[in-house]
């Protein structure tokens, strides 16, 4: 096909989607937010040990390169020109928490909470590095001779497409830097009495800028010369999709976790009921931040995963819903999926899953609906401790995420929270939202984020369908489930001298020169093959 027989619809924006299990490149028109195209890898995730889970950062990036090509060649046959394109649960660290609370005064978890936000916990990234450089000798040899540098999953990527070993920008944004523990979420730079209290040497974090910004340019691949102009950590990137730019707003996106976050404005809110306080978004050096509470679930979509992979009750994911829809009920089942332990408003490392109220009467379609139904009571639980923090009880949950197909999982979670539930008709609200970033950035410029200018979405709408009594009655039932998974595990070594103990955000460690690199604990050296 002719170069002057294509397509040209104006400006168009690329968006990477890392995620826990799979790799997205999808791709927007500017001016409608309009998905045009997309392609998806899936990525493996190990678990070498009980509590361990490791990814392969050569694989991550692999996947990356595919998906843009593929991406690219799906616009190409859909004659459209793609020349106007600019474009995260390891549980082996619960003894470094341990022996880092020891020096705090009182063994008080949140005693960097005002700094960073954060709890002192197995979920962020500074207590994994950590534990890095306590038992992985080549890395601690790599920082030694200054060969290290560390970044959260972003890093990587922007690290790797800019040139890596060449000349690759090492770069983070705000909001991915807010969930290392490192990051001090007021002067908005690397803390020096954090990283002397994890005695994490500065000079191998990355550069902390904005979330919309040019940050380099692809070298490399179909979109060679395109600048890299947008970053977002994925729930942000989720609240910016959504629109939700008013304080007070929220959202929640269903995923391997589950993640609600409430837009809190210029203002940092510090929760007295085990959320988190976070940046939502700084889109442009010269723009202000914008900050957000959020609670987190780690187990949502992993569950249907876990049902699927290891019970093997179905052979799809999309199989959980036709059983759920059939049963109808749980009929007194309850299913805490706590293979990690509790996350928000809990943090208790020490719960692990059950299912209970089990009668010769239960089979796999009412496990199935009380899987589900879990991912909504983890909801009700957050969004109860959103409401006491904000003072303000939300009157709709905006949802998005791939969970979000599962009409009964959605008409479930309007039913558990009494309010109604609403979903765009665009599902895609993380890349979008990274897509908005990028266009907006100076010196592209291309997507207005100005609110008369935003174009309006179409929505989905769940209406409670149960009473608020029967809503209670489960949601009772469900919290005393919850106290009987608590307290099942410590962080002393098993008699087979395996640890475990908890989950994370994804983390980045790359080495110079010899080309070692670390994705959560997956060493791999530059001779693998």
Known sequence: MAASDRVALGPLVGSIDQGTSSSRFLVFNAKTAELLSHHQVEIQQKFPKEGWVEQDPKEILKSVYECVERTCEKLQQLNIDITNIKVWLDLRTQSTVERLLKRIPGNNKSFFKFR????????????????????????????????????????????????????????????????????????????????????????????????????????????????????????????????????????????????????????????????????????????????????????????????????GIVKTSQEIEKLAAEAGTSYGCYFVPAFSGLYAPYWEPSARGIICGLTQFTNKKHIAFAALEAVCFQTREILDAMNKDCGIPLSQLQVDGGMTNNKVLMQLQSDILCIPVVKPSMPETTALGAAMAAGAAEGVGIWSLNPGDLTAVTCERFEPQINPEESEYRYARWKKAVMKSMGWETSEAPSNGDTSIFCSLPLGFFIMSSMVMLIGAKYVSGNDK
């Open 116 to 311: 960073t936000g954060l709890p002192l916990s197995t979920y962020f990234s500074a207590v994994k590095l950590r534990w890095l450089l306590d038992n992985v000798e080549e890395i601690r040899q790599a920082v030694d001779n200054g060969r290290a540098m560390f970044g959260t999953i972003d890093s990587w990527l922007i690290w790797c497409l800019t040139g890596g070993k060449n000349g690759g920008v090492h770069c983070t944004d705000v909001t991915n830097a807010s969930r290392t523990m490192l990051f001090n979420i007021h002067s908005l730079d690397w803390d020096p009495e954090l990283c002397q209290f994890f005695d994490i040497p500065m000079e191998i974090l990355p550069k902390v800028r904005s979330s919309s910004e040019i940050y380099g340019l692809m070298k490399s691949g179909a979109l060679t010369g395109v600048p890299i102009s947008g970053c977002l950590g994925d729930q942000s990137a989720a609240l910016v999709g959504q629109m939700c730019f008013q304080d007070g707003q929220a959202k929640n996106t269903y995923g391997t976790g589950c993640f609600l976050l409430c837009n809190t404005g210029q203002k940092s809110v510090f929760s007295e009921h085990g959320l988190l306080t976070t940046i939502a978004y700084k889109l442009g050096r010269d723009k202000p931040v914008c900050y957000a509470l959020e609670g987190s679930v780690a187990i949502a979509g992993a569950v249907v995963r876990w049902l699927r992979d290891n019970l």
